[in-house]
């Protein structure tokens, strides 16, 4: 099935994680893509598993915190590409501490990478997205938006942030013919989950070494031990992102195996 068969398409937070996964799912599928994150390293490993469809996939160092590596990534994105119809902001990293041991800068460093990151990269994209094929972008969400997930404050603000944000943009785009969706992964092992990703915008550093484990016993999936591997989320992404996703909008898929009836 080659849903993004000419499809250009850019991933950022595309070095590890569910990044990583949804660029080897639109690659199998086809598109052309350009993955970016702020690590050269993880850039390199999601190139080698492209394997054969390497050749449909550039990679692009961009730090989405950074105003003008967005502006300057973007645009060596779409010229590479040669426009752009689909965009999927992944990148995002998660810091788990106790809220009265958080400090400011902490704070704001995760909103910076996962709230104005995908604000900036959004803005930048859309006069492109506008003059593409049937434009899509997928934003990350996280079930910690509407659940309550302890020791991660400044991720559950930020997140919330994204998925009211895409609500907003979804309407203020529909216009122009842009569909804004967002994803709501929970349950996912992933770098960001498990802190074995190399990409520091898709990472977090575990829960903190007294985390009250009762807390977080509502977050294990319902469906089955364990956790779901990052393809799971990639395929949504992928469905939302296709022309099977084409009467969806302004809205989120939560992805977390029951975790949350």
Do not use: C
Not at 101 to 128: K, Y
Not at 219 to 242: C, D, N, R, Y
Request: proline fraction near 3%; aromatic fraction near 4%; charge should be negative.
């Amino acid at each position: 099935m080659l849903r993004f068969e000419g499809r250009r398409i850019l991933v950022t937070g595309g070095g590890s994680g569910i990044g990583q996964a949804t660029v080897l799912r639109l690659l199998s599928e086809g598109g052309h893509v350009v993955a970016a994150d702020v690590s050269e390293a993880g850039l390199e490993d999601t190139k080698s598993a492209a394997g054969p469809r390497a050749g449909q996939l550039i990679t692009l160092r961009i730090d989405v915190a950074d105003e003008e590596s967005v502006r300057q990534g973007l645009a060596q994105a779409v010229a590479a590409l040669g426009g752009l119809d689909i965009l999927v902001n992944a990148a995002g990293i998660l810091r788990a501490s106790h809220t009265e041991q958080t400090s400011l800068d902490q704070f704001e460093a995760v909103l910076r990478v996962n709230l104005v990151g995908t604000f900036l990269v959004i803005r930048e994209s859309i006069p492109h997205l506008r003059a593409g094929n049937a434009p899509a972008v997928v934003n990350f969400s996280s079930t910690s938006a509407a659940f309550a997930h302890p020791y991660m404050a400044a991720y559950a603000a930020s997140k919330g942030g994204i998925q009211a944000m895409t609500h907003a943009l979804a309407s203020e785009y529909a216009k122009d013919g842009i569909r804004f969706t967002a994803v709501q992964p929970g349950s996912i092992s992933s770098g960001m989950t498990d802190g074995s990703g190399q990409s520091k915008q898709s990472q977090g550093p575990g829960l903190p070494a007294d985390a009250d484990f009762d807390l977080m016993g509502k977050l294990i999936p319902a469906l089955g031990a364990g956790f779901a591997g990052p393809e799971t989320v990639a395929g949504v992404v992928a469905m939302l992102a296709s022309d099977d996703g084409r009467f969806i909008t302004g809205t989120e898929i939560r992805i977390d195996g029951g975790t949350h009836f």
